[in-house]
């Protein structure tokens, strides 16, 4: 039976949105219910393209919404895969990151992005500070407050629970073809991070991206919030885009990724509270798990 102790204040459950269009009310956060103490929390930051109806389409146009600017393509769907096949939890962002990016730090100046992968977006080339803490406010916020406060409901359980953020990345970027189908990005807690590599390595016949296509600290992300700070193992699993647009394909990477991560979740250090100096801010080359401690 599923418990949900502790989320009386978290945001009600949505629907899941997969294009722009006009729903009333708009809700910020969709919560996918699971077992509390099943030690496994999912995240999704970029989840939708979806936008308020207040806010139009931005100014853009609707092709887009269908890029790797507006959502994480196909991350939504692994997510929702995974937290079915380990009964877990699940937090999903329900608007584009357009509006405003949940996995940026409060302060990062590309909280609003002003211009994406070479698209200009007209709707937010006049967001003032106002209009930053507007949808802060709105949307950011109750995301983040969501994971937090879901974090911490699954700890009080006695069993914390391990943190997987589910992002996908694009085949390739500024003209040079990635040579990853996966990656794991982590910042200096390798707990996780540690466990999936080798069993990806074992699975796969293709390179594995360690801290690959991006370097996993970042100074107020989502696991820098939820998990660093709170000393829950973390890590995102980066999936490229072009193997999870299908619900196949998604379905396919989703089982993959099950496989890979249920016997890291035996491991009893993953739900142990412990500690890591985060390498967010911090200059130098990004690290490796085979030069990890």
């Not at 507007?134 to 969501?146: C, D, H, I, N, V």
Request: proline share 10%; with cysteine.
């Amino acid at each position: 039976m599923t418990r949900r102790a502790g989320l009386a204040n978290l945001p009600p459950v949505t629907a899941p949105r997969t294009q722009p269009e006009t729903i009333a009310p708009f809700g910020a956060v969709e919560i996918i219910p699971g077992a509390m103490d099943g030690g496994l929390l999912l995240l999704c930051d970029h989840a939708s393209n979806a936008l308020p109806p207040e806010y139009g389409s931005l100014g853009l146009a609707p092709d887009q919404f269908q890029r790797h600017i507006a959502y994480d393509i196909g991350a939504a769907e692994v997510t929702r895969a995974l937290a079915a096949r380990f009964n877990a939890p699940a937090v999903l962002s329900c608007f584009s990151r357009l509006l405003i990016d949940p996995n940026r730090g409060a302060d990062d100046p590309t909280l609003v992005m002003k211009l994406s992968d070479g698209a200009i977006v007209p709707g937010n080339l006049g967001a003032d500070a106002g209009e930053v803490e507007r949808r802060t406010s709105l949307f950011w916020r109750p995301y983040r407050e969501a994971a937090a406060q879901l974090a911490d409901a699954m700890g009080a359980t006695g069993r914390p629970p391990a943190i997987v953020s589910i992002h996908s990345f694009t085949p390739v970027w500024k003209g040079h073809p990635r040579p990853w189908e996966i990656g794991l990005l982590w910042d200096a807690d390798p707990r996780l991070a540690q466990g999936l590599m080798g069993a990806f390595e074992a699975m796969l016949q293709s390179p594995v991206g360690d801290n690959e296509p991006y370097d996993g600290a970042l100074v107020g992300d989502t696991l820098y919030d939820v998990g660093t700070g709170r000393g829950l193992a973390n890590v995102i699993i980066e999936v490229r885009q072009d193997l999870i647009a299908a619900p196949e394909g998604a379905h396919r990477w989703a089982g993959l990724i099950a496989d890979a991560l249920a016997p890291v979740l035996t491991d009893p250090r993953i739900h142990i509270i412990r500690s890591y100096r985060s390498r967010a801010g911090a200059r130098g080359p990004k690290p490796t798990l085979r030069r990890a401690p």
